[in-house]
C-alpha cells in the first residue's frame, strides 16, 4: 500500500495531456490549482497506515488474502459495507471536502458483480479478466477514476440518435486484439490525479444502442485521452495567497474534468462489457445504488466540520448560549445524524449478490441521497445563519496585510477574548469555502440528480404490498391475525358486535 | 443412482423457516400455500414442517427480502444443510417474479428429491 507521499509522487510517472483556462499544464503535481484536490486524495492513502484508523481504512483481499486499502476492496460482507460508509465519514471529516477515491471503489465493485451476470448469461470471460485487472489494481495500490456520465446532448434522443457520435463513449471498432472507442464523459471526479479510468455505461442501452453498451479500463494517460479540468466557486483565489481559499490545503468538491476520447484503444483483456445492452441497467443501478450509499458518510463527514465551526465562531463571537443558536446548531447535528443513519441502514440491509460481493439497499440507498440533496443545504443554510454575513463580505489576505489597513481590520474583528482575529477569518472563509460554494450543487447533482433517486424509490418501494396492508386493516380484504385473535370469521364477528350495538345511543351528559 | 427409495414410496419432509417479516417484498405464506398446492397437484406427496426441533430433509429458508436474515442464522451455522433460500423476488441466485415462485420452488424441490446426491 502507498502512502500519501508515495501517492502523490507516482502520479509524476504518467504524462496526462491535461488543459485548464485555455493552457496546458505540464505537471499535474506542482500545479498549484490542483495541489488541494491532490492533498484530499493522498488522505485516502495516508490514512490506511495510521493505527489509529486501519480498522477502517483497510481490508483483506479476497483474491489474495493481502491487506489492502479498503478503496480497492470487494465487499465480501455486511461489515465491509459498514465500514465503507464509516471510512467515508472519517475522511470527509479529516478533508471537509470530496476525498474523489470513492467512485473508482463503486465502479470496481459495480463491474464485479455485473461481469459476474454477463458471463452467467452469456458464458463470456467479462468476471475473469476483471478479476485479473484487480488484481493489479490492488497489487499497485491504483486510483481508478470512475468515468460514466456521457455528455448526453440532446436527452431525449438516445445515443445512437445523438448529432455528435462522440457525445456518449462508444466502441467505433472491434479489432482482434481489443477495440477503438471515441466519446466523451463529463464531470469524472479525480480525473487528473487517478492511475486509471474505469469506464461504464450512464444509462440504460437498447439494441440500437449496442455499442454504447461499453465497460473498460485504462490508464489514465493512454494515447488519445486529454482532460479539460473544470472551474469551481473562487478557484483562482488559490492563486491570490493563503487564507482567501477557505480551505487551502484539501479544496472545494473533488476536482471534476471532462474527459476526451479520441480513437483510444483497449485490449480485450481490459474490456469488461462490449455490446451486452441488457447488462447495462444493472450496471448503471448497482453503481448508483454503491454511490448514493456513500453520501450518507462523506457528506456526514463534512458536516461534523461544519457544524464544528459554526459552534467555534458562534463561541468567537460570543452568541454560543443564545437559544436560537443553540436550536440551530442542534437541527443541524439531527439532520447530519439522520442521513447518517440511512447510510448505516442501508449498509446493514445490504445483500450478497450471486458474484460473492455484497451490495446496499438499493431503496435505502437512494432515500439516503434524496436526504443528501435537501439536508446538505438546509444545514450550510443554518451554518450561513450561525456565522453570520461576513462570510461573503471579509476583506481579503491582501488587505489584511497591507499596512495600511491590517491594524483597523484586525482590531475590528477581533471577537471575545481568546479568539485571534485571523483565525476568526479563516474560520469564516472555511464556512463560506463549505456552504457557498460548488459543494451544494454536487450535493445535489453527485451520484445523480433526486429526479433518479425519487425514479428508483417509486420502483422499489413495493406500493402494492402497501395498499394490501390498507386494504386489510381498512377491512376490505380479510385479516387473518384479527381472526386468530377474536377466534371467528371477521364478518361473523362484526354481525355479532352490531346486534349487541343494536339500540344503544351514545350517552350524553 | 441413490440407495433411497424413490419418490413414489418414500415422503420427503421440508423445514420451512420464515424469516421475521419485518417488510417483506414478497407474500410469504402466499407463495408457500401456492407451492404446496402446486407439489399437490402433481402429485408430489411432502411433509412440510415449521417445528424447529424436528430434523427434515431440506430446509425452505422463505426471507422477504435480499437481505435474507436468515442466511446468517443457517447456512452459516450448519456448512452442511441442504437448503434452499428465498430472498424476496430472488431464489437462490436466480430472479424470479413473485408470481412465478411457486412454480420455480417446485421445480427445485422436485429437482433435489430426484437428485443422485440426495
Known amino acids: ?509 | 443412482m441413490s440407495d433411497r427409495p424413490s419418490l413414489a414410496y418414500y415422503m420427503p419432509s421440508i423445514g420451512i423457516r420464515y424469516c421475521g417479516g419485518c417488510n417483506p417484498q414478497i407474500d410469504r405464506s402466499k407463495v408457500i400455500r401456492k407451492a404446496k398446492e402446486g407439489l399437490k397437484k402433481i402429485g408430489l406427496k411432502v411433509d412440510f414442517c415449521t417445528d424447529r426441533e424436528i430434523t427434515t430433509d431440506i430446509i425452505l429458508l422463505i426471507n422477504g427480502c435480499m437481505h435474507a436474515c436468515l442466511e446468517e442464522e443457517y447456512p452459516r451455522k450448519d456448512k452442511t444443510l441442504r437448503y434452499i433460500s428465498i430472498k424476496g423476488e430472488m431464489v437462490g441466485r436466480q430472479y424470479v417474479e413473485e408470481d412465478h415462485i411457486p412454480e420455480f420452488l417446485i421445480k427445485k424441490i422436485v429437482d433435489l428429491f430426484n437428485s443422485p446426491s440426495h
Not at chain 1, 46 to 53: D, R
Not at chain 1, 270 to 284: P, S
Request: charged letters at 25%; one cysteine or more; proline letters at 3%.
Open chain 1, 1 to 509: 500500500m502507498m502512502n500519501g507521499k508515495e501517492y502523490i509522487d507516482s502520479l509524476r510517472d504518467l504524462n496526462l495531456e491535461v488543459y485548464f483556462l485555455g493552457q496546458r499544464i505540464k505537471s499535474i503535481v506542482d500545479e498549484p490549482m490542483f495541489q488541494p484536490h491532490i492533498h484530499t486524495a493522498a488522505m485516502t492513502y495516508n490514512l490506511a497506515h495510521n493505527p489509529e484508523h486501519q480498522e477502517i481504512m483497510t481490508a483483506t483481499s479476497h483474491l489474495t488474502g493481502e491487506r489492502i486499502n479498503r478503496f480497492t476492496h470487494i465487499h465480501q460482507s455486511i461489515d465491509d459495507l459498514v465500514k465503507k460508509v464509516r471510512m467515508m465519514r472519517l475522511l470527509g471529516q479529516k478533508t471537509g471536502t470530496c476525498f474523489q477515491r470513492c467512485v473508482g471503489l463503486d465502479g470496481l465493485n459495480a463491474v464485479y458483480v455485473t461481469t459476474y451476470d454477463i458471463d452467467q448469461k452469456h458464458g463470456t470471460n467479462y468476471h475473469e479478466r476483471f478479476k485479473n485487472y484487480l488484481l493489479e489494481v490492488q497489487k499497485n495500490d491504483w486510483m481508478p477514476s470512475g468515468a460514466m456520465t456521457d455528455a448526453r446532448g440532446d436527452r431525449s434522443l438516445r445515443p445512437s440518435k445523438q448529432k455528435h457520435p462522440d457525445t456518449y463513449l462508444h466502441i467505433k471498432e472491434r479489432l482482434e486484439d481489443g477495440i477503438i472507442v471515441s466519446g466523451m464523459k463529463a464531470h469524472i471526479t479525480g480525473a487528473i490525479n487517478s492511475h486509471e479510468i474505469i469506464t461504464m455505461p450512464t444509462r440504460t442501452m437498447g439494441e440500437e444502442d449496442r455499442d454504447f453498451a461499453l465497460s473498460f479500463a485504462i490508464p489514465a494517460d493512454a494515447k488519445g485521452v486529454t482532460y479539460i479540468f473544470s472551474r469551481q466557486t473562487n478557484d483562482t483565489r488559490r492563486l491570490d495567497g493563503v487564507l482567501d481559499g477557505g480551505n487551502p490545503k484539501y479544496g472545494i468538491v473533488g476536482g471534476e474534468a471532462i474527459i476526451i476520447f479520441k480513437d483510444v484503444f483497449v485490449p480485450w483483456e481490459r474490456v469488461f462489457m462490449a455490446g451486452e445492452y441488457e447488462f447495462t441497467n444493472e450496471l448503471v443501478e448497482t453503481f448508483a445504488g454503491y454511490h448514493r450509499s456513500n453520501y450518507g458518510g462523506c457528506k456526514v463527514g463534512l458536516a461534523d466540520v461544519v457544524i464544528g465551526g459554526s459552534n467555534w465562531i458562534a463561541e468567537a463571537h460570543g452568541i454560543e448560549r443564545a437559544s436560537h443558536i443553540v436550536d440551530k446548531l442542534t437541527e443541524m447535528i439531527a439532520m447530519a445524524e439522520t442521513c447518517w443513519s440511512c447510510t448505516l441502514a442501508c449498509s446493514y440491509e445490504g445483500y450478497r449478490t450471486s458474484s460473492g460481493a455484497y451490495h446496499i439497499h438499493p431503496l435505502l440507498a437512494n432515500v439516503t441521497k434524496l436526504n443528501i440533496t435537501r439536508m446538505v443545504y438546509e444545514w450550510m443554510r443554518l451554518a450561513q445563519d450561525v456565522a453570520g454575513g461576513k462570510i461573503i463580505t471579509l476583506p481579503s489576505e491582501k488587505d489584511l496585510e497591507n499596512p495600511e489597513t491590517m491594524e483597523i481590520l484586525t482590531e475590528c474583528f477581533a471577537g471575545k477574548e481568546g479568539f485571534p482575529p485571523r483565525d476568526i477569518i479563516k474560520m469564516l472563509r472555511l464556512i463560506e469555502n463549505m456552504s457557498v460554494g460548488a459543494g451544494l450543487p454536487e450535493a445535489m447533482h453527485g451520484a445523480g440528480s433526486p429526479a433518479a433517486q425519487k425514479i428508483m424509490i417509486a420502483r422499489r418501494s413495493g406500493i402494492d404490498k402497501k395498499m394490501e396492508l390498507a386494504k386489510i386493516i381498512a377491512g376490505i380484504h380479510k385479516d387473518k391475525y384479527f381472526e386468530n385473535i377474536i377466534g371467528k370469521d371477521e364478518t361473523a364477528h362484526w354481525n355479532e358486535v352490531k346486534k349487541k350495538i343494536k339500540g344503544k345511543k351514545v350517552q350524553i351528559y
